[in-house]
Structure formats: structure tokens, C-alpha cells
């Protein structure tokens, strides 16, 4: 089973920034798409955003694209969210996912994503 590995989280304040990676020594990144999601105390799982393999991404919540961007370093197998401006509602734990059914498409519907990290928590607290 491939495992992904989400790092970065924190506890920081309303208008600060937090760097998440996602990496996996077991699944070759660069070819597929990645998904990030998150999901909030007592809400579903959402998407946030997914980047393929050409780097295009698609956004899948209003409220971050203008805050939120991602990155590939296919050396390292290792795909990144950079959040900016955070805000209380931007509170959950966020995840990484990709796989083989997903493959080169966009989805923000996590049940095409066959493998996950265990999520790293991101609180937006004063």
C-alpha cells in the first residue's frame, strides 16, 4: 500500500501562512495528479484544489484561489500547498491524495483518489 506523507501543519495566526509538503517514496508523483483536501471539525471532506501531471491546476473552493497555490518537484516526489492570508475557516486537517484511477484527470471528489496521507492539522487560532 502506498503511503503519503502530509507535513507542514501548525498553529498560526489569522493572516499567516503555512507551507504543506506531500511526499512518497513509493508512488511516482510526477506522473499522476495530486489532490489536496481537508476537512473541517464536523464538516465533510472537501476538495481544495488537484494538480496534474502538465502542473495545471484546478481549484475546487472559491475561497482559496487567490491564497492558495501548489507546486511539483518531481525530483523529490514531493508536491506542496502554499496557503497565504489563512482565516479560521480555513481550519481542518489536509490531506494529499493520488493514485492510479485518478491518473492524469482533475477531480475534487476524493473517492477517485486511491491513495492518502493521514493528514496534517492546520488551526487558525489568535
Known amino acids: 500500500q502506498v503511503q503519503l506523507v502530509e507535513s507542514g501543519g501548525g498553529l498560526v495566526q489569522p493572516g499567516g501562512s503555512l507551507n504543506l509538503s506531500c511526499e512518497t517514496s513509493?508512488?511516482?508523483?510526477?506522473?499522476?495528479?495530486t489532490g489536496w483536501f481537508r476537512q473541517a471539525p464536523g464538516k465533510e471532506r472537501e476538495g481544495v484544489l488537484c494538480v496534474n501531471w502538465r502542473d495545471e491546476v484546478v481549484y475546487y473552493q472559491d475561497s482559496v484561489k487567490d491564497r492558495f497555490t501548489t507546486s511539483r518537484d518531481k525530483a523529490k516526489r514531493a508536491v506542496y500547498l502554499r496557503m497565504s492570508k489563512l482565516n479560521a475557516e480555513d481550519t481542518a486537517v489536509y490531506y494529499c491524495a493520488t493514485g492510479r484511477t485518478i491518473f492524469r484527470g482533475c477531480s475534487g471528489d476524493g473517492r477517485v483518489y486511491d491513495y492518502w496521507g493521514r493528514g496534517t492539522q492546520v488551526t487558525v487560532n489568535p
Open positions: 513509493e508512488f511516482s508523483l510526477e506522473y499522476y495528479t
